[in-house]
């Protein structure tokens, strides 16, 4: 498979990736909508759209309340955790 990637350059920043199947056929675009720039300075993708080229479907995620450096409990990250989505 193969991927392109676009990159803001001012900010070096990804703005969208087409994919490509191993026939070299487009699958899957991801666009990046909108950028936000954190309290610790770095940047976040706030709205992505995902096309799925094959189905025609699409995807819309959108970040809010997005904090940086939060400590997150290594507890979080277990099997057992991770297995039961618990919180």
Known sequence: SKMTIWVKRDLFLMVQTNDY?????????????????????????????????????ETFLEFHDIQADEKISDALFTQQSLGKGSR
């Open 21 to 57: 199947d191993l026939k070299g056929e487009f699958t899957k675009s991801v666009i990046i909508r909108e950028h936000e720039k954190l309290s610790n300075g770095k940047w976040f993708q706030k709205k992505i759209q995902v096309l799925n080229k094959k189905t025609g479907g």
